[in-house]
């Protein structure tokens, strides 16, 4: 167990803050994780096995419970913190809360709140998820001497697409992929995703990074030009890069959307400005390619005509493949990144769902209103 130099007996939340302060110093320190009930300590917590899965957009709960003495300790000194963790030595802070006490940070305000289903439920509801959301977290519950806790996974259910810039294939530095992945709807892809995406057939022979500051790559269909014929298939490794030297494509992963992705139709083709012009005229905004990639993969969007999309790139998304849509397989089709000036097209065009945006926040109120009057 882990000993704090605080005590939890502290009315004000304030400075309940400074004791978390305090705490995170010793953070260096291993913890015990336990999945099934134990009787080693006072405080003993209980996390799901495996993973818990939503979508962006969607509200999920973190499951987690605690068991302690309870003759020997007051109720109100228990303390529960959410932390997630962004890599092995770090961790960002999500939600607190002791006695009556409840404080939610970052980006994670308002979307947070415990289930408190029964004694000992630490459960924690993240509601409207996003792609940021994913990863693990941890759920610590602490005592005045005693501390345990727990990790849950949370999962996101999407598409990964490669991704460069116009500049040409392996030109982004880690830092530059991360951004480019947040500018088209997405974030770095986990080795997870990307794996998993390999194992529904994924084959793409240029290596990308990922959110681990690893550099792979997929193949299922050995060939010449990507590592030879005789390589094995799967996940090729390039280990961890330079982050800031090293230049290479990206593997984005987005979730579904908000909104609709559709094609515009107009009376003749349009070159990159008049494209986005439209979408903004028919009361959307020109697609990322995320969105594109979204909307083939969680709204069978199937379309055979090439549209401008926000990053000055051309594609079109195939859902049923046929002798005049280009390959054989399923896919968004690119032809690259064409002169923006002179070239002409069509364009697919973001909207976002107004009434589901509306009814979210409308669900968000009548949470806080339960909140307030139970609390």
Not at 289 to 314: M, N, P
Request: hydrophobic content about 35%.
């Amino acid at each position: 167990m882990i000993f704090f130099r605080c005590s939890f007996h502290w009315a004000v939340f304030g400075t309940l803050m400074l004791c978390l302060a305090s705490a995170v110093s010793e953070k260096g320190r291993r913890k015990t994780v336990h999945v099934l009930e134990d009787e080693t300590g006072d405080v003993v917590v209980q996390t799901a096995p495996g993973k818990v899965t939503t979508h962006r957009g969607g509200t999920i709960i973190l499951p987690c419970r605690y068991h302690y003495e309870v003759s020997t300790h007051d109720p109100d000194e228990i303390r529960i913190k959410w932390t997630k963790i962004t890599d092995p030595l770090m961790s960002a802070d999500v939600f607190v809360a002791m006695g009556n006490e409840r404080k939610a940070f970052g980006n994670y305000k308002s979307r947070t709140f415990l289930q408190e289903d029964g004694s000992g439920d630490a459960s924690l509801v993240i509601q409207n998820v996003t792609l940021q959301d994913y990863g693990r977290y941890e759920c610590e519950v602490t005592n005045e001497l005693e501390d345990d806790a727990g990790i849950v996974k949370l999962d996101l259910e999407g598409v990964i697409f490669p991704y460069h810039p116009r500049l040409g294939r392996y030109s982004l530095n880690f830092y530059e992929a991360k951004k480019a992945c947040r500018e088209q709807d997405g974030i770095l892809a986990s080795y997870e995703q990307l794996h998993k995406a390999w194992l529904q057939g994924m084959d793409w022979c240029n290596a990308g990074w990922l959110e681990d500051g690893s550099v792979q790559y997929p193949i299922s269909k050995p060939r010449e030009k990507c590592g030879k014929r005789e390589t094995p298939i799967g996940v090729r490794n390039y280990g961890y890069r330079h982050k800031d030297d090293e230049r290479y494509d990206a593997f984005c992963f987005t979730s579904n959307l908000n909104g609709k992705v559709y094609f515009l139709k107009t009376y003749r083709k349009l070159n990159f400005a008049e494209a986005a012009r439209a979408c903004n005229s028919s009361g959307g905004m020109i697609a990322k390619v995320g969105q594109l990639y979204a909307a083939w993969k969680t709204q069978l969007l199937d379309r055979c005509e090439a549209g401008w999309l926000g990053d000055g790139s051309v594609r079109y998304p195939i859902v049923n493949p046929r002798a005049r849509c280009g390959e054989q397989e399923p896919g968004v089709r690119t032809l690259g990144f064409p002169d923006k000036k002179y070239k002409l097209f069509g364009v697919y065009c973001y909207k976002e769902d107004v009434e589901a945006k509306n009814s979210s926040q409308q669900v968000q109120e009548e949470i806080n209103q339960w909140k307030a009057f139970h609390l």
